[in-house]
Structures are given as structure tokens and as C-alpha cells.
């Protein structure tokens, strides 16, 4: 009924085949029907023929025409009924719907419109201007078919994609295991303090890095960073970093050197800086740059040196409260050659804490659009004066969803928590 064969029509312009459309005629007249089907056949359709309109609903539910001429007037279902079932039977094909009607008043138009009529011949049907109609009615039909074809190639796009994302998505999962592994342990208690590790990347992967090292001489290492940027290049930068403080291959840690006894010592925290300020511009083909705290703790006396490279600032919170923040603030790490970074010392007493946080935590906003800031970071410690360990970043991170509305912070946040004691209180 549909055979493909070149349309005859003069409105076709294009050279390329087309099917051979098919056209519904639909009149309880029989001779109505045969004058209708001889011209329309000559207009390059191909042309059923129903005597009423429940035999030509039965004909939509096995194929959709893309021509339909119904007379309204029509014993059982009139032309307005059928055309009202007709567009009800749905479809991803569309039929244009011509009514041939006497009736001319606004109300019956708007009726036929309202059922789902395209257009109106008026009866006794002027051969001319019906095959007009049709022919305004086929550029409708193929900017439809256009828009078919277009919304199939967006729906199979769309679905590849969602195989990408689905593949992606997969893979970022393996990455953030494979980063959330580069910190193997989040809790360790020695005989002098007990450090708590903090990585939660605001997607699946980020690029904050925070860890701990240590050497033969009773000293313990303790660093932050945060690259530049957010997902897997971030990603991969804090793997590579990782690599250059590795707490289980000391000597691949920059931070260490040996003493020739197969133990090691930690280097002085400037020297560290430099070292790795030139090994990222010497070494990495890359636009990252990241900020860096790096702190040296004597566990026997409580005396700490650091380098700061641009992160915020290392919070002190002493055993009886009080908080202090005190730091040069210093250049980021990878900018550029010869940087000069600046060392400094604090010392912990029994009970006191150091923090080392990135600045998700200190620049997290909430609502408003306003930061927590560094003084909001003071009273969420001094709320939490009593909570220690692990627990005090579980702490954090609820005290930061209240203060943001939710807990899809825009930036990584990742800390450092050692709380500090005396060989002899422990």
C-alpha cells in the first residue's frame, strides 16, 4: 500500500526518491469517493478508500495515512467524531486531516479545529483549491518528517551519551577509590598525639591531598595541599604529589633523607618547599599550581616548624581554648622558578591542637553567598573544644552543612587534625 515509486508531483523538487505517499479517502458516497481518489492518485499518492468512519478508524490502527479526506456529514461516526479518534490513536507519524464541509460558521470551524482538523474544503469541492491545500499541507508533512528524523538522531545521541556518562561515571568511581586510597589511614595514635585525616572532594574526584610521614628521629610530618582547579587533572596532579611524600617508600619522599643507617631524617619544611616548587616546574607538563602546608613536629618537645605556600593559615587551638592563627601566608607551589617561601616555628603543649585546613572550609559559603572565614572557623572549633579524633571532622563537616544550607559544598574540603600530648601524660 506503500510501495516506494517516485512522486509525480510538481511541488517535489528534489531530485532523490521519495516514497509514493498514501492518501485516506473517506465519504459514504461512492461516486464522492471515486472523483476524490482519481485526482489525488494523479497528484503522486497512493489512496485507500473508507465508506464510513468506523471502517476508517479500523484502517488508522494498521497504518497511519499521510493524507486524510473525510467528509464531516456521515452516517454512524460523523467526519468530526472520526477525526477526534483519529488523532487520540497517537503515533509517531502524523497525518494531515482535511474536513470536506458545507458548514462555514466560525463555531463549526473552531469545533473541527478543536478535534483536530488541519484545514476545510468547502462542498462541492473545487479540484483546484483542494490540491492547493494538499500541497501547503505536504510542506507541513515533510517539515514534520524533518523534525522526526532530527528528534530520532537527538534521542540516539542522547542515549550515547548517557553510555559515555554511564562509562565515565564508572570510571570516576574507580579514580575516587584509587584517591580516597592515597590516604590509607585516617587515624593514628602515637605515644605523644594522635592525627585524624580529612578528604572529601566536591565530586567525585578533587584535588585537595593531606597526609603524614615518618622519620627515625622522633619527628612526624604532616602536609595539605590544594591544586588549582577541580576534577581528574587536579585529580592526577595530587597523585603525583602523593608519590613525592609517600609515607610507605621513604626513599622516594622528598621530605626525608637518609642517615645511612637505613633509617631517615625529616628535612627542614623550606628546603622541602623549594624542592618541590622545582620539581612541578621541572618535571610536570602542567598549568597546575597548588598551595601547601607543610609541618615538622618534634614529638618529644612539642616544637613545630612549617612552610606555608599560599594556604590558609594553620589554626592552633590551645588546652585551655583560646585559638591562635598565626603564618606568613607565602606564594603558591608551581608559578614559577626560584619562588621564596618562608619557614616558621610554633610550639604545641600538653593538650594542644594543630589544624591544617584547605580553603573549602574556610571559604564555603551558605545562602547568602557569604564565606565562613576564618573567624567562623574559630567558633566551630570552639564549639568543638571537646571533640577529638575522627569525630571532630564529623563534627566539621555537620557544623559546614548548617552553616552552607546542604552538604554539596562547592570545593574540596580536606584537613589535618594532630592533637598533641606528652610522652609522660600518654
Not at 468506523?54 to 456521515?74: I, K, Q
Request: glycine share 10%; aromatic share 6%.
Amino acid at each position: 500500500m506503500q510501495s516506494p515509486a517516485p512522486s509525480s508531483s510538481p511541488e517535489h523538487h528534489s531530485d532523490a526518491p521519495r516514497r509514493r505517499r498514501l492518501a485516506l479517502i473517506v465519504d459514504d458516497s461512492r461516486l464522492q469517493r471515486r472523483i476524490l481518489s482519481t485526482s489525488v492518485r494523479a497528484w503522486g499518492f497512493n489512496v485507500i478508500e473508507a465508506a464510513s468512519g468506523d471502517a476508517a478508524l479500523e484502517m488508522c490502527r494498521e497504518v497511519t495515512p499521510d493524507l486524510v479526506l473525510s467528509d464531516w456529514m456521515m452516517p454512524g461516526m460523523n467526519g468530526l467524531e472520526f477525526c477526534d479518534a483519529f488523532r487520540k490513536l497517537g503515533g509517531d507519524d502524523y497525518g494531515y486531516f482535511i474536513l470536506l464541509t458545507s458548514k462555514s460558521e466560525k463555531e463549526e470551524v473552531a469545533c473541527g479545529l478543536e478535534a483536530g482538523a488541519d484545514d476545510f474544503v468547502s462542498k462541492p469541492v473545487d479540484l483546484n483549491e483542494l490540491r492547493a491545500r494538499i500541497t501547503a499541507g505536504d510542506r507541513i508533512l515533510q517539515m514534520q518528517r524533518e523534525l522526526t528524523g532530527k528528534n530520532h538522531l537527538i534521542s540516539q545521541t542522547l542515549l550515547e551519551l548517557q553510555r559515555l556518562y554511564d562509562s565515565i561515571d564508572k570510571d570516576l568511581l574507580e579514580a575516587k577509590k584509587l584517591q580516597q586510597s592515597l590516604v590509607r589511614e585516617r587515624s593514628v595514635a602515637f605515644d605523644q598525639g594522635h592525627v585524624s585525616l580529612l578528604l572529601r572532594p566536591s565530586g567525585h574526584v578533587g584535588g585537595d591531598l593531606v597526609g603524614f610521614f615518618r622519620s627515625g628521629d622522633g619527628h612526624l610530618g604532616l602536609y595539605a595541599i590544594d591544586v588549582s582547579g577541580h576534577g581528574i587533572s587536579s585529580a592526577l596532579m595530587t597523585a603525583r604529589l602523593a608519590g613525592y611524600l609517600s609515607s610507605t617508600a621513604p626513599d622516594q619522599n622528598v621530605a626525608l633523607m637518609p642517615n645511612g643507617d637505613g633509617t631517615y631524617r625529616i628535612r627542614p619544611p623550606l628546603a622541602v618547599m623549594r624542592a618541590i616548587n622545582n620539581l612541578v616546574l621541572n618535571e610536570m607538563d602542567t598549568e597546575h599550581y597548588f598551595t601547601m602546608i607543610l609541618a615538622d613536629v618534634d614529638l618529644a618537645t612539642g616544637k613545630v616548624a612549617l612552610a606555608q605556600a599560599g594556604h590558609p593559615h594553620p589554626v592552633v587551638q590551645r588546652s585551655d581554648g583560646r585559638i591562635e592563627q598565626i603564618s606568613p601566608g607565602g606564594f603558591p607551589v608551581g608559578l614559577i622558578h626560584d619562588a621564596e617561601f618562608s619557614q616558621f616555628d610554633l610550639h604545641l603543649g600538653a593538650g594542644d591542637r594543630l589544624l591544617l585546613c584547605s580553603d573549602g572550609v574556610t571559604e564555603c559559603p551558605n545562602d547568602a553567598g557569604d564565606l565562613l572565614d576564618e573567624g567562623g572557623l574559630e567558633a566551630i572549633m570552639r564549639d568543638l573544644q571537646g571533640v577529638n579524633g575522627p569525630s571532630f571532622f564529623e563534627a566539621l563537616i555537620w557544623k559546614l552543612s548548617e552553616f552552607a544550607g546542604n552538604q554539596d559544598f562547592p570545593d574540596d574540603v580536606s584537613g589535618v587534625l594532630f592533637e598533641y600530648q606528652t610522652e609522660l601524660e600518654a
